[in-house]
Structure formats: C-alpha cells, structure tokens
C-alpha cells in the first residue's frame, strides 16, 4: 500500500487507512480525511511541500510528513456504468 505522498498530480486515490496517533490523526480527520473518502492530487510544490488536494469539495494543502500518514489506495474503474 502507497502513501498519499506517492501519488501523482492528476490522480484520484481512496483513503485506506490513517496512521499516526493522538492530536495528529485528530487534525487529519477534522480537516475531512477519513477511510473511503476520496483524494484528487491538484498540485505538489517544487520541493514536495505541501501537497494541494481536492477532498469533499474542496482545497487542502497538506505537509508531507501529514501525507505520509495517510495510506491510500487507486480508485478502482467504475465499470458498472459500463454495464
């Protein structure tokens, strides 16, 4: 499993986990990023820090070392609108 700091600009991943502890998984989970919710990477600074996202509908800027935290994974294709 990737972290959300992986993921490329222009990806959508699905939260799959929060690691960390205490105040900091607390802040994490205030600003609106749970398990299942979905994460569109907009843009990463020149250095990686910090990492603007799309969550809920709207824009977050994160650090890297909060990225780090958060364990996602690749949204699977919708195919049931295809069927």
């Given at each position: 499993?990737?972290?959300?700091?992986?993921?490329?600009?222009?990806?959508?991943v699905?939260?799959?986990k929060l690691t960390g502890a205490g105040a900091v998984k607390r802040?994490?989970?205030?600003?609106?990023?749970t398990r299942g919710v979905e994460i569109y990477v907009r843009k990463v600074a020149p250095l990686g820090d910090?990492?603007?996202?799309t969550?809920?509908?709207?824009?977050?800027?994160l650090r890297k070392a909060?990225?780090?935290?958060?364990?996602?994974?690749?949204e699977p294709e919708n195919t049931e609108k295809n069927a």
């Open positions: 499993m990737r972290t959300l700091r992986d993921v490329k600009i222009g990806d959508t699905k939260v799959a802040r994490i989970m205030d600003m609106g990023i910090p990492v603007e996202i969550v809920r509908g709207y824009e977050l800027s909060d990225c780090e935290m958060i364990l996602v994974e690749d």
